[in-house]
């Protein structure tokens, strides 16, 4: 069986803010919509959605160890930054750095429309993880899914090998200050193996359509009988 092994420069993060699976436990929305569910059961119930779910079963998450506070000034260029705990004069802060730095509008924004509500400077968190990805395998880092937090996306990428697991997030509040929690999802993983795909683009013919229709009614009328 493939193992990914996270590995962490700091043992406190590694007891209280591990690497872990998704769960829709991580999710305050999610709650939400249960509890809202359960007093109308006669609604179409989104939190039995086989791709919400899937998801939200499937890969892990980085969350934060500490709060970040993000302060922004509407120039949509720049921004400043603090943490509580000064992670470059920690332990191995020689290695990882400090918690949160950037990459300038010169290396993706000068190229790359972000859009109107993305800051053109990305904001690096540089966590204290590294990961070992196994040989035939990628590792996919992209944005949280379905997230409670709007105020960043993280960006996506395939990693291989050896790397660290630093974050770069598409920061959408351009003017004020805002704190993101510790404990709250940064970044989205998905273990994905190196193989060769093909594909086709066909119509469905009579038989598959009667066959689809069939099973739509039988959908309705078993939501009707419910």
């Not at 960006?155 to 704190?179: C, I, P, R, S």
């Given at each position: 069986?493939a193992?990914?092994?996270?590995?962490?420069?700091?043992k406190?993060?590694?007891?209280?803010?591990?690497?872990?699976?998704i769960?829709?436990?991580d999710?305050?929305?999610?709650?939400?919509?249960?509890?809202?569910y359960?007093?109308?059961?006669?609604?179409?119930?989104?939190?039995?959605?086989?791709?919400i779910?899937?998801?939200?079963q499937?890969?892990?998450?980085?969350k934060t160890?500490?709060p970040?506070?993000?302060?922004t000034?509407?120039?949509?260029?720049?921004?400043?930054?603090?943490?509580?705990?000064?992670?470059?004069?920690?332990?191995?802060g020689?290695l990882?750095?400090?918690y949160?730095?950037s990459h300038?509008?010169?290396?993706?924004?000068?190229f790359?429309?972000?859009?109107d509500?993305?800051?053109?400077?990305?904001i690096?968190?540089q966590s204290?993880?590294r990961?070992?990805?196994?040989?035939?395998y990628y590792?996919?880092?992209t944005?949280?899914?379905y997230?409670?937090?709007?105020?960043?996306?993280?960006?996506?990428?395939?990693l291989m090998?050896?790397?660290?697991?630093?974050?770069q997030l598409?920061?959408?509040?351009?003017?004020?200050d805002?704190?993101?929690?510790s404990?709250t999802?940064?970044c989205?993983?998905?273990?994905?193996k190196?193989?060769?795909?093909?594909s086709?683009?066909?119509?469905?013919?009579?038989e598959?359509?009667?066959?689809?229709?069939q099973?739509?009614?039988?959908?309705?009328?078993k939501k009707?009988?419910?």
């Amino acid at each position: 069986m493939a193992k990914v092994i996270f590995k962490c420069f700091l043992k406190e993060v590694k007891d209280k803010f591990p690497i872990q699976k998704i769960s829709s436990k991580d999710f305050k929305w999610f709650d939400r919509m249960n509890k809202f569910y359960q007093d109308n059961p006669r609604k179409v119930q989104t939190n039995k959605c086989p791709g919400i779910l899937s998801t939200l079963q499937t890969g892990w998450i980085q969350k934060t160890y500490q709060p970040i506070t993000i302060t922004t000034n509407g120039d949509k260029k720049t921004f400043s930054w603090h943490t509580p705990y000064n992670q470059k004069k920690g332990e191995n802060g020689f290695l990882i750095d400090n918690y949160v730095s950037s990459h300038e509008y010169d290396q993706l924004a000068k190229f790359k429309n972000l859009g109107d509500s993305v800051l053109d400077t990305v904001i690096k968190i540089q966590s204290p993880w590294r990961v070992i990805i196994p040989k035939d395998y990628y590792l996919l880092s992209t944005a949280i899914p379905y997230n409670d937090d709007v105020n960043f996306t993280a960006a996506t990428g395939l990693l291989m090998g050896e790397n660290f697991l630093n974050v770069q997030l598409f920061w959408h509040k351009l003017k004020g200050d805002y704190t993101i929690p510790s404990g709250t999802p940064l970044c989205y993983y998905l273990l994905i193996k190196k193989e060769k795909f093909d594909s086709e683009i066909s119509m469905l013919n009579n038989e598959e359509i009667d066959i689809i229709k069939q099973d739509q009614i039988n959908f309705f009328n078993k939501k009707l009988k419910s």
